[in-house]
């Protein structure tokens, strides 16, 4: 058994103050559940150096939208659907996963998989398929709320439609400061150095969801 203050540490989960208000609120309440939602995309470090991996190399908006919008689909399909059907995977294990992305798009960056395997993996696939996990964390999140089922759907839209909105939040802060440091001559200089950092935090990442599933 694990002490309460361990398992709080380890865990990436709901807010106490948020889980309890939620539980005690019935019905179509909008606006709580556009606040949190954004609240979970814009304070949720992993999903934020997961979309800063993904638009590390790109300059074109277009090519922003596109992978963002990728990663949108994915992670906004699995999150409803999880919901909807009660599909929830140990959040230890869910956001170990979303860790490895982190890990994953690092290595991409460094140009690792055209050294390894003599190819590039689909990066627009592997932008889609991440989101997918990442909504699944976010649908465990969201089940570990314990909302009420009245008003679930147009609640769950509106949650939908924070995280957007986060993302958007994030994205913007990002792009600001990847617009700023692409224009300096230090951005070449230490880019790879910026993946490793990246890769090194997605791994303390892994072992730290993991730490959390084996004592838990």
Excluded: C
């Excluded at 409803?80 to 959040?91: A, D, E, Q, T």
Aim: net charge neutral; charged share 10%; no cysteine.
């Amino acid at each position: 058994m694990v002490m309460p203050g361990i398992d709080a540490a380890l865990a990436h989960a709901v807010a106490e103050g948020d889980k309890g208000y939620i539980k005690e609120i019935t019905g179509v309440n909008l606006l709580p559940f556009v606040y949190l939602g954004a609240k979970h995309m814009v304070t949720g470090y992993d999903h934020i150096l997961f979309l800063f991996g993904v638009i590390f190399f790109l300059y074109r908006l277009k090519h922003i939208a596109l992978y963002v919008s990728l990663f949108a689909i994915g992670h906004s399909t699995t999150m409803l659907l999880g919901v909807y059907f009660n599909v929830g995977i140990n959040s230890y294990l869910i956001d170990a996963i979303i860790g490895l992305s982190v890990v994953y798009k690092a290595l991409d960056n460094m140009g690792a998989y055209q050294r390894w395997l003599g190819f590039q993996p689909n990066t627009k696939a592997a932008t889609l398929i991440f989101g997918l996990f990442h909504g699944f964390g976010l649908s465990t999140k969201i089940l570990e709320y314990q909302i009420s089922p009245d008003g679930l759907i147009p609640n769950l839209l509106a949650f939908n439609v924070g995280v957007e909105l986060g993302q958007l939040t994030a994205l913007g802060m990002i792009l600001i400061v990847m617009g700023y440091w692409r224009r300096t001559a230090s951005f070449w200089r230490h880019a790879y150095t910026a993946n490793v950092w990246m890769l090194t935090a997605g791994f303390v990442l892994v072992g730290y969801q993991l730490t959390g599933y084996f004592v838990s």
